[in-house]
């Protein structure tokens, strides 16, 4: 395996769970939420835009638009037949790109200035000005000022300042509207109630321009210790029915409010709660210990311990959706051939449909159908996978036997990563009842479902590793696992390239594929 990241997590120890033992992370037990803990989550089922990817989007947008509007007046007033159209066009990249660094420099893209554009306008003008002092300096430096039209340079100076003032001002409705529509925030959960959350709760609620939404307070603590209601947030459960609630819910973090000296029950909080696909904050705002600064992160001004990060989150995760997208389709023109010539021999072979769907677990731990083709015959599938498929296994076609040990039973799955449910690369998903003899994979691995804190892959670093086919060996579920969660803590772009440039490689080896 790749050498482990110390960044964002915690030691996990051993994941495979001694017999007779208590499970220290979510349980295969489905918890019922109360009536307002589902209440309340039904209001957050939808996925809300982080203050930093919007700010990252006003980026982009302004690059393009400044862009765009030397481009406008260039072909408007010059013409594309000028000898200079290279110089025109360096210029009107140069001054993009400037004015971007210069408004990143002056702060402007803090979603606090960002929903003030009047107030800044000043700012604004200094970015602008700016740019176009830059511009002559070099112009005159390198002896080609006279390479552009005066009427351009002062056409763009103005259209430019009037096509971003106005992009400021739509672009703070915009953030308004998605305010009030619950749609721009960070989702947070208080873990653990008491005098320490409604501190935490009050601290932040005087935080000028707070972008987090208390979504409620959960606590393994009785009513006693724990109040009903703190600081007007109801405690809607217990950490059990927390795991849950952010099952349903779309939560981008827990803020625990315990004292940094109850390490012991911090340490039971985290095994309990690091299965999930959020940021996990312990808050230092009550703290005596005084670490230096850089050791917290902040909320305003309120101190952060950061325990774990979201996996691939915000532009990690328009990045990995890109690259699916574009590999995906890649896949599906250069298999069609095989996926057209394996559907007609399933046909040929056997009774019944070509794809086979099978329930699997998601990201998050949603259900969802993956599409395989059908290696099975009709009346013998086992949608549940309760029975694992073993060598010689009489349920298995001719055409499956061989669609099985080379994988190409799984090329449909090209179509689900290029519809979402599935990405290209990452832990492969399991039916929802795949078990190894007889125990459900999640009694036998202690944290299995964090897994699920990625999208699951048509193809992972588990099975080019040698980690695939049947799984009739704890150890081998326990195996699969760890180099799943290598996978999620070491991600990258180019370890996902990397994956999948030698799945095919590595499928050569059929050894355990039947």
């Not at 809300?48 to 919007?54: G, V």
């Not at 005159?140 to 006279?146: E, H, Q």
């Not at 109801?234 to 795991?243: A, C, F, R, V, Y």
């Amino acid at each position: 395996m790749t050498e482990k990241k110390n960044s964002g997590s915690f030691d996990r120890k051993s994941l495979q769970r001694p017999a007779g033992s208590e499970p220290r992370s979510a349980s295969t037990e489905k918890v019922e939420l109360s009536p307002i803990a589902l209440r309340v989550a039904s209001q957050y089922r939808n996925e809300s835009i982080s203050p930093a990817l919007f700010t990252g989007l006003m980026r982009v947008w302004e690059f393009f638009l400044v862009a765009l509007c030397g481009t406008v007046i260039y072909l408007g007033y010059v013409g594309v037949q000028n000898a200079h159209l290279i110089e025109y066009l360096v210029a009107n990249i140069l001054a993009a790109a400037l004015y971007v660094v210069f408004a990143q420099f002056s702060s402007g893209y803090r979603p606090s200035v960002l929903r003030k554009p009047l107030r800044y306008l000043g700012r604004l003008i200094i970015c602008w000005a700016g740019v176009f002092a830059v511009m002559a300096i070099l112009a005159f430096l390198l002896k080609i000022s006279a390479v552009y039209s005066r009427i351009w340079f002062t056409a763009f100076v103005i259209s430019g300042f009037i096509a971003l003032a106005i992009s400021r001002l739509l672009a703070a409705k915009l953030m308004r509207m998605l305010a009030r529509s619950g749609r721009m925030e960070r989702r947070a959960v208080i873990v653990g109630g008491g005098q320490n959350a409604e501190d935490l709760i009050l601290a932040l609620n005087q935080q000028p321009d707070n972008d987090i939404r208390i979504c409620g307070i959960f606590d393994d603590r009785g009513d006693r210790r724990s109040p009903p209601v703190v600081a007007g947030y109801p405690k809607l459960g217990n950490i059990s029915e927390l795991i849950e609630f952010a099952r349903v819910a779309r939560i981008d973090m827990l803020i625990v409010s315990l004292p940094i000296s109850a390490e012991e029950r911090v340490l039971t909080l985290m095994q309990k709660l690091w299965v999930l696909p959020v940021d996990i904050r312990l808050s230092a705002h009550a703290a005596n210990m005084r670490l230096r600064p850089r050791a917290y992160s902040y909320i305003g001004s309120v101190p952060m311990l950061d325990i774990l990060d979201k996996p691939i989150n915000d532009w990690d995760a328009i990045a990995k959706r890109m690259f699916d997208i574009v590999f995906s389709l890649f896949g599906i023109v250069l298999f069609s051939p095989i996926m057209l010539a394996t559907a007609i021999a399933i046909k040929l072979d056997s009774k019944g449909p070509v794809i086979f769907r099978q329930k699997r677990h998601g990201f998050n731990n949603e259900v969802i159908n993956v599409w395989k083709f059908r290696s099975m015959y009709v009346d013998q599938c086992d949608p549940t996978a309760k029975l694992a498929v073993t060598k010689n296994d009489s349920r298995v076609t001719r055409v499956g036997r061989f669609i099985r040990k080379t994988s190409i039973d799984e090329l449909p799955q090209f179509f689900n990563s290029l519809g979402g449910s599935l990405s290209l690369v990452g832990p492969r998903p399991h039916a929802i009842s795949a078990n190894s003899n007889n125990v459900l994979y999640n009694d036998v691995v202690d944290g299995y479902f964090a897994r699920h804190k990625v999208k699951p892959g048509v193809t992972g670093w588990a099975q080019i590793n040698g980690w695939r086919g049947e799984i009739d060996k704890p150890e081998k579920i326990v195996m699969r696992t760890e180099y799943d969660l290598n996978y999620i803590e070491n991600w990258s772009l180019w370890f996902d390239l990397k994956i999948l440039f030698l799945t095919p490689v590595r499928l050569l080896n059929t050894e355990n594929a039947y």
